[in-house]
Every structure is written in C-alpha cells, then in structure tokens.
C-alpha cells in the first residue's frame, strides 16, 4: 500500500506486505518486507529491513536499514539506524546517532540520542536521557539529563534530573534523586547515590560507597566502602 508521491516510488520493490503513506516514504525499499511507513521521507532510505516501524517526518528515514522489528516514532527518530534489531525510540531525536545497537528504548527528545550507540539493552526515559551513549550496555536512565555524558559504562540506573549526569564509564552505579552522583566523571564504580545531591559535589574516584539521604557523602573523592545514612551525613568525607 502507497499513498503519497513517491511513496513506494523510485525502488525496485521485490518486497511484500509493506505499508507506506507520506511523501517519499518507503521510497527506495527494494527487498524489504512488512514494514510500515508513515510521514515525510519515513523509512525513505531503507532498501531491506523487516518488520520496522516508522512514524514521523524522517523517522529511521536517513540510512540503509537492514534490521527488523525496530519502532520509530517521532520527527527523525531513529533516523541512522542501520543493522539494529528490536529498538524502541518515540520522541524527536530519539535514538537518531544509533547505528547498530540491539534492544534499547528510548522515549522522550534527544534519549539516547547523540551518540552512535552500538550497545545493547539501554533504556533512556526523559529529554536527552543516556543521550551520549555509545558503546555502553545495560544501563536505565530516567528523568531529564540523567546519565546524559554515559559513553561506554554498563550496568549503571541513573533516575532524577541530572543524576549520574557527569560519567563516561563508570559501572555498576546507582544514582537516585536530583543530582545525585552528578559529577563523578566514570572512575568510581560500585557506588549507591540516594537523594537529591548524594555524593553529588565531589568528582568520585572510589569504589563501594553508599550514601543515603540528602547531600549524604556529597563531598567524597577518592574513598572507597564508606556508608552514610541521613541528611548530609559524611559530607565532608
């Protein structure tokens, strides 16, 4: 089905079951088969690929997609995409540098979206949540900015605006509440941050530490397996 100019409309389609509505959606599919195309230039690069969904002026609309059952939802969402498999990005921008990275969702502008993310399982809810990332795997990031400068760290849950907000490859952190954790810049790993501005002031360098509750170890540097519970407890460690 092909519904606007040049939908459907400059490939040798050998493919079947492919729905396109928008101008110049779908408009290079040659091989490709059950996708859905809708808006201006949707999936309009892709020659294969399967199963994939495009929604959205240039949504997975700028590269030779070859991967299967990936969403895309939202002006130039997912819009590099090329051999990725089952990724979920809604909202402008979302998911836009990825290129081959397997089972991430994004939701919201900018989520995991500036970097050219080849890693796998990152989930980024929030405007330019895990935005950065590249290379790093498993990692959640919820809330506005959170976990935003993550490169290649894995293993990290970052949820509050700005938490988590200044590693590159820290892994195995936990960061909860506005700010917390928001300056270490990847050295530390192993590290638990509840509360607004938990261990949020100091550039972490060590390992195992847990602070819980406003401001708690929010000076710490270079400790390791310290633990502080309660409003500003261990701030000047």
Do not use: P
Request: net charge negative.
């Amino acid at each position: 089905i092909a519904i606007g100019q040049a939908a459907l409309g400059t490939g040798d389609v050998s493919g079947c079951n492919n729905i396109a509505l928008g101008t110049d959606s779908m408009d290079e599919l040659t091989t490709g088969a059950c996708n859905i195309g809708i808006g201006l230039n949707a999936y309009g690069t892709a020659a294969a690929g399967a199963y994939n969904i495009a929604i959205g002026n240039i949504a997975m609309g700028g590269s030779l997609v070859t991967g299967a059952n990936n969403i895309a939802i939202g002006e130039m969402s997912a819009d590099a995409l090329l051999g990725g498999d089952c990724n979920i990005a809604i909202g402008k921008n979302a998911l836009s540098a990825a290129t081959t990275g397997d089972n991430n969702v994004a939701i919201g502008k900018l989520a995991i979206g500036t970097g050219d993310t080849t890693g796998g399982g990152n989930i980024g809810l929030g405007i330019s949540a895990l935005s950065a990332m590249t290379g790093g795997s498993n990692n959640i990031g919820i809330g506005q900015l959170s976990a935003d400068a993550m490169l290649t760290g894995g293993n990290n849950i970052a949820m509050g605006y700005l938490s988590l907000s200044a590693s590159t490859d820290g892994e195995n952190n936990i960061a909860i509440g506005q700010s917390a954790f928001a300056v270490s810049g990847g050295v530390g790993d192993n590290n638990i941050a509840i509360g607004s501005y938990a261990l949020g002031a100091g550039d972490v360098a060590g390992g195992g530490n847990i602070g819980i509750g406003n401001a708690a170890l929010t000076a710490m540097t270079a400790g390791s397996n310290n633990i502080a519970m309660g409003l500003t407890s261990g701030d000047a460690l």
